[in-house]
């Protein structure tokens, strides 16, 4: 392990100014030093374009208005069966969301709160289009997002249904009745594949 003096040694910088390299070689992933600054090099260039930092412990309400305002637009054309805009604007909230500072306090408790319903919303989306990967996916990181949300394992074993996957499907349907022992969605579900 490099001490930090040693470290310091290692360590160049590009004639820009903007990268991190390895002094020896210039580059900034160098096998000879056993360096990699790819990461710190990326993390830079993102926060090089912040032009104001928000005010400590204050959340951007603009952003949870925005995110609120896709998710509804979303659902607008859900209703309508326009399944193709709904997930147009469910993905742009996603990406909304996701794209919130770090440093924002309570960022990832927004983020978990605002991504599961929207995640769930566009898998729907996903299924009602067949696109039953798709909706897996988005019905997946539903469940990890928000565990004891039972909407998200219907929304699971619905997508594995149509992968054909019938037994993890019932898997996920019970692990949702776990959660919420009286939804009739997960019990109808239940018995539509035979368990």
Same mark, same amino acid.
């Given at each position: 392990m490099m001490t930090s003096i040693q470290l310091q040694s290692e360590v160049g910088i590009s004639n820009d100014g903007d990268k991190i390299l390895c002094k020896v070689h210039g580059l900034e992933k160098c096998n000879k030093c056993q360096v990699d600054w790819t990461d710190h090099n990326n993390l830079t260039a993102t926060l090089k374009?912040?032009?104001?930092?928000?005010?400590?412990?204050?959340? !951007?309400?603009?952003? !949870?208005?925005?995110?609120?305002? *896709?998710? +509804? +637009?979303?659902?607008?054309?859900?209703?309508? !069966? !326009?399944?193709i805009e709904a997930i147009r604007f469910y993905t742009m909230?996603?990406? *909304?969301? $996701?794209?919130?500072? *770090? $440093?924002?306090?309570l960022a990832f408790q927004y983020v978990r709160e605002e991504l599961a319903p929207? *995640?769930?919303?566009?898998s729907a989306a996903y299924l009602s289009l067949e696109n039953y990967v798709e909706a897996y996916v988005d019905a997946e990181m539903v469940t990890r997002l928000k565990r004891e949300w039972s909407k998200g394992w219907f929304r699971k074993g619905k997508a594995l249904v149509g992968l054909g996957r019938v037994a993890e499907a019932a898997e996920a349907f019970e692990t949702g009745l776990r959660f919420d022992h009286e939804s009739e969605e997960l019990v109808k579900a239940l018995a539509e594949i035979g368990h």
């Amino acid at each position: 392990m490099m001490t930090s003096i040693q470290l310091q040694s290692e360590v160049g910088i590009s004639n820009d100014g903007d990268k991190i390299l390895c002094k020896v070689h210039g580059l900034e992933k160098c096998n000879k030093c056993q360096v990699d600054w790819t990461d710190h090099n990326n993390l830079t260039a993102t926060l090089k374009h912040v032009k104001d930092l928000p005010a400590p412990n204050a959340p !951007n309400p603009t952003r !949870n208005a925005q995110v609120t305002r *896709l998710k +509804e +637009e979303g659902n607008k054309y859900f209703k309508q !069966n !326009n399944y193709i805009e709904a997930i147009r604007f469910y993905t742009m909230a996603v990406d *909304l969301s $996701w794209s919130r500072p *770090l $440093w924002e306090p309570l960022a990832f408790q927004y983020v978990r709160e605002e991504l599961a319903p929207v *995640l769930s919303n566009r898998s729907a989306a996903y299924l009602s289009l067949e696109n039953y990967v798709e909706a897996y996916v988005d019905a997946e990181m539903v469940t990890r997002l928000k565990r004891e949300w039972s909407k998200g394992w219907f929304r699971k074993g619905k997508a594995l249904v149509g992968l054909g996957r019938v037994a993890e499907a019932a898997e996920a349907f019970e692990t949702g009745l776990r959660f919420d022992h009286e939804s009739e969605e997960l019990v109808k579900a239940l018995a539509e594949i035979g368990h």
